[in-house]
Antibody, heavy 121, light 107 residues
Framework: EVQLVQSGAEVKKPGESLKISCKGS????????IGWVRQMPGKGPEYMGIIHPDDSKTRYHPSFEGQVTMSADKSISIVYLQWSSLRASDSALYYCARHGGPSAWEPFDQWGQGTLVTVSS | EIAMTQSPATLSVSPGERATLSCRASQSISRNLAWYQQKPGQAPRLLIY???TRATGVSARFSGSGSETEFTLTISSLQPEDFAVYFCHQYNTRPPLFGGGTKVEIK
């Protein structure tokens, strides 16, 4: 069974750093792009970008470029999303999701359970 | 950047009735459109990709149609488990983009 399991909820203060994770199993982890998607309460998903675990190649949405960093460790089938300095506006639910095929232009066919990030002083 | 507009924002439907949801792209995206269902507290679930292909395990009640800029998701006979929010997603042009969603609620 294909699974993406994300790290648990986080509560942070503005200015702090954070790294959340997404571990894949049940498939060839290095073969599929993994994306990160932000969802604010009551809003539609927002595409943040994707990373290919095999070579860590990334493609960021312009709105998120420079704001977050995606990385991968294919040896342990994990991708990461990190912030160097959180803002209150980063408070949201973050999903990782797998592309349904090998290209960088695919729908997301498997999703993690989501990681809630709360940034508050 | 392409804009994706879903309508209506909320659709009130009785169980057993048909629901028709619309997604419009501001420019042509060929057939590179997906539909997802999201229930409260859950991650989105892929229903349709390539505008009209059902994902694995998706009920035949769900059908997708359209191309270029106009797309439709039809739920033929609403079951209690179908009341949820539905999002479209274009993956034709960088950056990929989701629509704002249509909430299907019980009438």
């Amino acid at each position: 069974e294909v699974q993406l399991v994300q790290s648990g909820a986080e509560v942070k203060k503005p200015g702090e750093s954070l790294k959340i994770s997404c571990k894949g199993s049940g498939y060839s982890f290095s073969s599929y792009w993994i994306g990160w998607v932000r969802q604010m309460p009551g809003k539609g998903p927002e595409y943040m970008g994707i990373i290919h675990p095999d070579d860590s190649k990334t493609r960021y949405h312009p709105s998120f470029e420079g704001q977050v960093t995606m990385s991968a460790d294919k040896s342990i089938s994990i991708v990461y999303l990190q912030w160097s300095s959180l803002r209150a506006s980063d408070s949201a639910l973050y999903y990782c999701a797998r592309h349904g095929g090998p290209s960088a232009w695919e729908p997301f066919d498997q999703w993690g359970q989501g990681t809630l990030v709360t940034v508050s002083s | 950047e392409i804009a994706m507009t879903q309508s209506p924002a909320t659709l009130s439907v009785s169980p057993g009735e048909r629901a028709t949801l619309s997604c419009r792209a501001s420019q042509s995206i060929s057939r590179n459109l997906a539909w997802y269902q999201q229930k409260p507290g859950q991650a989105p679930r892929l229903l349709i990709y390539g505008a009209s292909t059902r994902a694995t395990g998706v009920s035949a009640r769900f059908s997708g149609s359209g191309s270029e800029t106009e797309f439709t998701l039809t739920i033929s006979s609403l079951q209690p488990e179908d009341f949820a929010v539905y999002f479209c997603h274009q993956y034709n042009t960088r950056p990929p983009l989701f629509g704002g969603g249509t909430k299907v609620e019980i009438k």
